[in-house]
């Protein structure tokens, strides 16, 4: 079974300045020091956050399910604003999926705004798992939102 979750919000910043979080690792230092209750620490166990970059996920001691995951960054792609990553050990490949994939996007909606954007793609053979791939839709509208605000903010200071 295959699916796809996604979720947008406006963010009245130039895209550039949005992709400056997006884009770079910059966005798991921000949910680690801003969200700690999403994620505990990420490591940086391959690169320098471009194409080919392999993160280490902690999740907070206590979490239910999933203590960690590895993620490599398949793409980065700085000049149309989307980064597109792949679950590769423990997380969601631990519970049976055979793909679970997060892209990041930013779009331009004038000089001054932008849509910031999550989708998740997954891939399971057994239906009975697919629901847990939307156990990661609030976390990441928490991340978007919580970055709209901060990178409002840090524009209008």
């Keep these: 079974m295959k699916g796809t ?19 770079t690792l910059h966005l798991s230092r ?15 166990i391959e690169g320098d956050g471009s194409t080919g970059t392999v993160l280490k996920i902690t999740f907070p001691e206590g979490t ?3 203590p960690y995951f590895k993620e490599r960054f398949n793409i980065v792609d700085n000049e ?14 631990d519970l049976g999926y055979t793909f679970y994939g997060i892209r990041f996007e930013v779009n331009e ?21 697919a629901s ?5 839709f609030e976390p990441l509208q928490t ?11 840090k524009t209008h200071i």
Excluded at 8 to 21: H, K
């Design 5 to 23: 979750i996604s979720d947008e919000i406006e963010v009245n910043v130039p895209a550039n300045v949005a992709w400056e979080l997006y884009g």
């Design 80 to 93: 149309k604003r989307y980064k597109q990553s792949q679950v590769i050990e423990g997380g969601y490949v």
């Design 143 to 153: 991340v978007i939102r919580s970055a709209k605000t901060y990178l409002t903010n």
């Design 64 to 66: 239910p399910g999933i």
């Design 30 to 44: 921000f949910i680690v020091q801003e969200l700690p209750t999403l994620l505990n620490k990420v490591d940086v």
């Design 109 to 129: 909606k004038d000089e001054n705004s932008c849509i910031t954007k999550f989708t998740v793609n997954y891939e399971v053979e057994d239906v009975r798992l």
């Design 132 to 136: 847990h791939a939307f156990t990661m």
